[in-house]
């Protein structure tokens, strides 16, 4: 599975951003996606995830009410809409897919810089 992100860039507090992740590759074992950032010296962390099936979701509660999750399966694509942006999501924001056998596969990460 190869992952490429796309949709990052420069925006001011309160404007919004869509980060894209296409997946290419065994995509047929993929069970759930996600979308993780990383800020220098800190742990990479969970912003939000999507199952396969159901398409059941889960956000972190720093963003939850202003990030959206969704997925299109027939193109291989995962989205995240970001909206309401304020500095400390500032980050570089890594796609992630889990398939059955639990491996994981990431992206090469987008940087999300978001301005006062």
């Known amino acids: 599975v190869q992952l490429v992100e796309s949709g990052g860039g420069l925006v001011e507090a309160g404007g919004s951003l869509r980060l894209s992740c296409a997946a290419s590759?065994?995509?047929?074992?993929?069970?759930?996606m996600g979308w993780y950032r990383q800020t220098p010296g800190k742990s990479r962390e969970l912003v939000a995830a999507i199952t396969r099936g159901f398409g059941n979701t889960i956000y972190a509660d720093s963003v939850k009410g202003r990030f959206t999750i969704s997925r299109d399966n027939a193109k291989n694509t995962m989205y995240l809409q970001m909206n309401s942006l304020k500095p400390e999501d500032t980050a570089v924001y890594y796609c992630n897919a889990v398939d059955a056998y639990d491996n994981d596969y990431w992206g090469q990460g987008t940087q999300v810089t978001v301005s006062s």
């Open positions: 590759g065994s995509t047929f074992s993929i069970n759930a």
